[in-house]
Structures are given as C-alpha cells and as structure tokens.
C-alpha cells in the first residue's frame, strides 16, 4: 500500500467476536503505519473490554471515542449519528468502516468530508450478523431488511468475514453494487502456542455464552446419553449467560452434578488448561473465533456444521455434525476421548490448515487490499 490511510472504525457494543475482530483489525493496520481511530458505544463494557479499549486509545493515532449508540433503533440515533459524523470531521478518515447493523449504519448515514488522501471517504461494511439475524418475514425484520438495501446502495465496499455471510447477506438482500468480499477471521501467531491440560482437566470443554443459540443444552444431553452408555465423560463448562442457571438444573435433572462443572466466564487460554477436547455445539455461528483459537492451540474438538466453521475445517469438514443432535455429539465426544493419539493427530492438521490459511496478519492484508480496490473508484469533491 503506497500512503498511510486515514482508517475510521465504527461499532455499537464492543462485546465477543466482533470487539476482537475490529481491536485486531485496528492493531494491525496500526502497526503497519497507518492512522486508525474507533467509535463504539460509551455504555461501560466488562473490565477486560475496557482495559483493551483504554490500551488502544493510547496507541491509535485517531484515539478511541465513546458516542452514547442506542441498541434499537430510535431517536438517540440521530444524536448518536451527529456526534459520530463531528469524530469523523476531525480526524479526516479516508475508509469510514462500520461492523455490525449499527455501526454499519452510521458509517453509511455520515454526510462525509474530504479525506486525506483528496477524496470523499469509502464506505465499508462488515455485517457481523447484525440486521440478518431477523426473520425476513417477520415486521421488525421487514424494517431492516428494507433499511439494509437502502444503505447497501450508500456501500463502497462490503466485507465479510466468512463466505457463508457473504451468501446468506446475498440471498436476504441481493447482489449489492459496491465489491463483495471475503477476507476471513485471523489469529495471532502467539495464539499458536500449545496449552497442556491441568492434572485436574475434564474430558470435555465448552467455552462460549450459556444459551441455547451455543448448543448448551445439546452438550448436557450428549454428557447424559454417554452416561447412559456406560462411558462416563467428565465436563467443563466456561462462560456466562441468560440460560446459566437452566443448564445448571437440567445438569442436575440429569443426576449429572458431579460430571460437569461450572466455572463462569474466563480468559480464553486459562480456560483451554480445563479440558482436553472441546466442543462448540452451536446451532448457529458465523466464523466463530473459539473455533480458531481452539484449533491454533492443537486442541482436538467436535463442533457442529454451521455456519463458516466448515471452511476452517477444509478436508476435515465431514467431521463436523449436525446441529442440536445429542447422540451425534455423544458418539463423537466418546470417540476423540477413547482415542486420543487420532484425535491429536487430527488437531495438528487443522492446526496448520488455521496457521497458514487463517492468520491476523493475512486478514489485516487482506482488509487493506479491500480498501485500496474501493478507494481506485472513490469520488472526489467537485
């Protein structure tokens, strides 16, 4: 890439998958010189999203700016946007690049001024998700789908971090005018690291948010139905959610309290030491990062076919299972458990296929090519 850009990122809620890809994306162009700023909502995030917020408004040339971003849409937003559109007056950015449904739409309604590079700035989205998740049918998902293609036409460039995304975003909206692009998740090269279980170590370990969407429900049964078989599995269950205490009464419905244990949320890699294979039973996912993280630190897992996770798996994407189905997952847990040198080797392949094919700095790459392909074709002030 010739000159720096002059990057500006816009999120709601830095929360899970979509806080890591945008900081990851911010340090990343960062580092290779170019001058990058975040807008994301000024409500108070959890103390680890705060310290890496507070970390990248020290070390980001256009800083980190909390706007008040309502989470439905309303009234705030024509303040929120309004305050959004006074950092972008500042800071001049050449890429105005928004994630998810409202930072996406902000990033597209800003009236825009001269970059730095003499022209207006391009346009970028990432869905995330975002506006898809709602039922086409359905009165609110009617709203947006109809608020979706309107701002589609106010796009330069569309980025989406998994083909799959990429075809549910055009089978819901059509083919949008702007490029459609698929740069994947990445991880860092320290994420490679392999992490050796603890003495105490489970079987089994789940990682992710307690509710239905992430399959929890599916593990517990799974655990049950092993039980039941004969083969006794041992579970760890990391994180925190709105189902938490369901699944804690359906474990012990099952008579399964001394099998599976709750630890609530964590860091990832001091979670990883808590088992010795994983799960991500999901019934629904986008490019999930556990799935990444998990494969970059050799960990042999079973996961559900959904979503992009197939495209991290390649050649081994017929090992993946059908969503919500216990006994599939039963089965698979019971197999990786009782044969531990397969599943290893298995692990280590997809841990090269994840190294090669799904790095930070390939992702980064890949994001600024996007950008300089739109920027050939941005208008310049008359």
């Not at 197939?310 to 458990?337: N, Y």
Request: with cysteine.
């Amino acid at each position: 890439m010739p000159d720096s850009l002059a990057i500006l990122h816009c999120m709601r809620a830095p929360l899970g998958g979509l806080l890591r890809h945008v900081c990851d994306l911010a340090e990343g162009q960062s580092a290779q010189g170019h001058k990058v700023g975040i807008v994301c909502d000024a409500t108070p995030a959890s103390k680890h999203t705060e310290e890496r917020l507070s970390r990248l408004a020290d070390t980001l040339a256009l800083g980190v700016h909390r706007v008040d971003i309502p989470r439905l849409p309303g009234p705030g937003d024509w303040i929120g946007v309004q305050r959004t559109r006074a950092v972008a007056d500042r800071v001049k950015p050449d890429v105005l690049h928004g994630h998810g449904a409202k930072g996406g739409a902000y990033a597209r309604l800003l009236k825009r001024q001269t970059g730095r590079r003499g022209h207006l700035p391009i346009r970028a989205y990432t869905p995330h998700g975002g506006s898809l998740h709602y039922a086409a049918g359905s009165p609110i998902g009617m709203i947006y789908m109809s608020l979706e293609r309107w701002l589609m036409e106010r796009s330069d460039l569309l980025l989406f971090e998994s083909e799959y995304s990429r075809n549910v975003y055009e089978q819901a909206l059509g083919r949008a005018p702007a490029p459609m692009l698929v740069v994947h998740n990445g991880i860092g090269r320290e994420e490679l690291t392999a992490v050796e279980p603890a003495h105490n170590a489970s079987d089994i370990l789940f990682i992710g948010e307690l509710r239905d969407l992430k399959g929890v429900d599916v593990l517990i049964e799974a655990i049950a139905l092993c039980t039941a078989a004969g083969q006794r599995l041992t579970a760890t269950i990391v994180g925190s959610g709105p189902d938490s205490d369901r699944y804690k009464k359906l474990t012990d419905d099952r008579a399964l309290s001394d099998a599976i244990r709750f630890t609530g949320a964590m860091p990832v890699r001091e979670a990883f030491t808590l088992g010795r294979v994983a799960t991500v039973p999901s019934r629904k996912e986008s490019l999930p990062y556990i799935v990444l993280e998990l494969a970059a630190a050799g960990i042999p897992m079973a996961a559900s076919d959904v979503g992009g996770i197939g495209e991290i798996f390649g050649p081994q994407k017929d090992r993946l299972l059908p969503a919500g189905d216990a006994q599939a997952l039963a089965t698979a847990l019971a197999e990786l458990v009782a044969h531990p040198i397969e599943a290893q080797a298995r692990a280590r392949r997809l841990k090269e296929r994840v190294a090669d094919q799904f790095s930070q700095d390939r992702m980064v790459e890949g994001v600024l090519n996007a950008y300089e392909q739109a920027l050939a074709t941005a208008v310049k002030p008359s």
